[in-house]
């Protein structure tokens, strides 16, 4: 069975505020407590009037990151170890105090690491009072004159305010004193305790200025503390006997009796406007100064403190003092206070003094301190998240929940920094080297809260009776007195003990003794004498209507006037106040433009220096590059000197070994024709034999036509290589093919017979019908014919001239030209008959002799002299012939 889901009570919406779009920063300032006798070396430094520096004292190393620097912070303003406590008033809690008698809202706190000197700042001491004495001071300094009798104004108990007759106040007042169970307020004619004497000397007194005259003032104050996230109420009577064991009527315990019970704790709750408000905690109205700082006293006796190692009386929890300002608009008449609740304002002043943030470790703290510390530094935690997220939701727009609920401190001032009053933050410092880490913390949170702004509070609005109706009335009182005084009778504020002596100057009354019943005198002269007394009393009543009305009448035009000249001094102060908003804008706007133009300097600065860095660096550079140029130059001025050089040596080395290789052509030439030479002789010799044979064995043949002469061998003997295109080379050996030429076909050939090509006159002749001869063949013809031949000469091996026809096809290429494929060739060869034998012949260990000739050149090197090499079965064509160079 599931459980139903219980509904939730729907959120009242909060009361419609007229919109402000005018905010102010939180102000925070900064005080720097004095160095002690203890303490020799300090870091922190004021360098102006809103400006202080931290420096890392020794022992603290600077990290990259700059956590440990020299960091500037800058407040609204700065106060030295020389500043009294009346120009920190001045400055700081002044303006607060004219905002709460003006029915304005305001928080101020002090801030920083224990020891620092919060409590100082706010409490003071005898002769040097602080920011709280002063700011009561001042209160009742400006509406001291103008206060309601007590209990005129009373608590509903939900953070409003009832206002009683005076009849109704006479009779709280009386139950009040004789009942024993309600606190007895202190009265100002009392000792004032000695700790708390002369904090304010009349000279150092202050006082408001616009003070409403017009209406009736009262003073409540409360004092809590927030102690481990617990709210006390310090003023309340059974504070002291907090901590006891549980007794019932019969007198025995109903718990053990090591049981205790703590002390009752407060909650917060939310009124009818949601403003927060501790419930049931006691407010006290007070009617001075002095009794309003007996109360704060006689609580801050009751607050939470010990010794540690840092401080000789550290405040283990969070102090405040909350003085409550209720003011209420006077009749017509400018008598009494008007009796409508609805007119009744109500403005606020907290005064905070915040537990110092402390490290354990250098407290000593042990047991309970621990626990305590825990509290007060996630207490300050929260606050710093909270201020953390109003900053990035006011910086960048952003809907962030601030978390006021994680702690009592935040919680208790939601409505302040939601726009409820003007907030100001005094941040206090030790300057002792032991305190750098957390002092640095307490600046960086500083910094943050200036970033934050609160949006400034509205005016409330004016009752509609005329103004001056106080004054009025106590005019008409003088004025009445003077009158009587001038009449000779007594000079009183109550108008029937001044008209009482007047009507004892009337006549006499007669004897009024009757003797006897039948008296007609006594009566009839009584009766006469009343009628007598009753005509100058009605005429001395008649005069003093007469005067009053005259009186009433002069006072009506005085009033109209003085309201006259009322609304013409409201207006001038009306175009004074606004022209005071500019110039404190316009001081704020230079205040802001100054620290902007401070940040940019400093940021110039940096550039400047930067850039100067910048600029050496360039130089520097510069140079280098100059003289690595310089180095270049110079290098590729000795490259080109060497390269002439080498360009030099290398051209006479070319000529020098052309010279030496022309030597050797000719000097192998010459051996070559010596060789044939010697062979022609030995071939002569050969045919003259087998001539000389052929002679004795037959007759002689007939004559035959006489043929051409065969030239001789020296006019015969061709160029060493042939100027006609020779194949590429191949791996393979080309091999004579003894066959005959398939050129008695039908295909149409081009003969490509080069022009230096010598006539053998051999017996078998290339004849190659449907050809076209030509000596250097051409596009043109190739673009006619299918196949190609071309005649080739070139030295054997053996001496000889070898006639090659190289065969080939042509064919068509994609450019439109043509090309010829060698396919084979044919090699047509005369030799001797007798010729010698192609093996070997070596010629090592003999002597050398002309019939040995033969073998210089039958031998490896002169016959491989020229070589022929093809691809065997390939239809690529043949390769070049190359002709081997013999070795010098």
Known sequence: MTRPAKGKTPRRPPPKKPPNSQKDPVGVYCRVRPLSVEDRECCIEVISGSTIQLHPPEGFKTTRNGEFRETQY?????????????????????????????????????????GSGKTFTMTGSPGQGGLLPRALDMIFNSIGAYQAKRFIFKSDDKNGMEIQSEVDALLERQRRDNNQTFPKTPSSKQKLDPEIADMITPEEAWKADGVDEDSGYSIFVSYIEIYNNYIYDLLEETQEDAIKPKWNGGGTPMRQNTEFIPPQSRLLREDQNHNMYVAGCMEVEVKSAQEAFQVFWKGQKKRKVANTCLNRESSRSHSVFMIKLVQAPLDADGDNVLQDKSQVAVSQLCLVDLAGSERTGRTGAEG?????????????????????????????????????????????FKNYFDGEGKVRMVVCVNPKAEDYEETLLVMRFAEMTQEVEVARPVDRPICGFTPGRRH?????????????????????????????????????????????????????????????????????????????????????????????????????????????????NNKSEIERLEKRTKMYEHKIDILQKTTKIYEDDKRSMQSELETRAQRLQRELSDKRRMEQRLHGAVTDTHLKWEKECGRRVNVMQMEMQNKLLVKDEKLKQLKAIVTESKTRGRPDPPPRQTQPTRPSREERLPVKRSASPSPAPTSTPVRPLHRRSRSAGGEKWVDHKPSFNMDLGTVLQPVIPNAIHVSAPNEKVLSKCDRYVLTHQEVASDGEIATKLIKGDVIRTRGGGQAVQFTDIETLKQELATAPSRKRKSSENKPASGDQTDGSWTDVETRCAVALEMRAGSNMGPSCVITKRRKP
Not at 382 to 402: A, F, H
Not at 558 to 571: F, I, K, P, R
Request: with cysteine; hydrophobic share 35%.
């Open 472 to 584: 009025r009335n106590q005019a008409f009182k003088e004025e009445l007195s003077r009158r009587l005084e001038e009449r000779g009778g007594p000079v009183d504020k109550d108008v029937a003990s001044a008209i009482r002596p007047l009507l004892q100057n009337l006549p006499p009354l007669p004897s009024c003794e009757l003797t006897d019943p039948r008296d007609d005198v006594t009566l009839p002269r009584l009766i006469e004498a009343l009628q007598h007394r009753h005509r100058i009393r009605q005429t001395m009543f008649d005069e003093y209507s007469r005067a009053a009305n005259t009186l009433k009448s002069m006072l009506q035009q005085l009033d109209s006037n003085q309201a006259a000249t009322g609304n013409a001094v409201q207006e001038h102060n009306d175009k004074l106040s606004e022209k005071d908003r500019i110039i404190q």
């Open 74 to 114: 800058s407040f609204q303003k700065v106060f030295g170890v020389s500043t009294s406590q009346m120009e920190l008033f001045q400055d700081v809690a002044k303006v607060l105090v004219d905002d709460l008698i003006h029915g304005k809202n305001g928080l101020l706190f002090t801030y920083g690491v224990t």
């Open 368 to 412: 309970t301190r621990i626990r305590e510390a825990g509290n007060i530094n996630q207490s300050l935690l929260t606050l710093r998240t909270c201020i953390e997220v109003l900053r990035e939701n006011q910086k960048y727009g952003t809907s962030r929940m601030v978390p006021y609920r994680d702690s009592k401190l935040t919680h208790v």
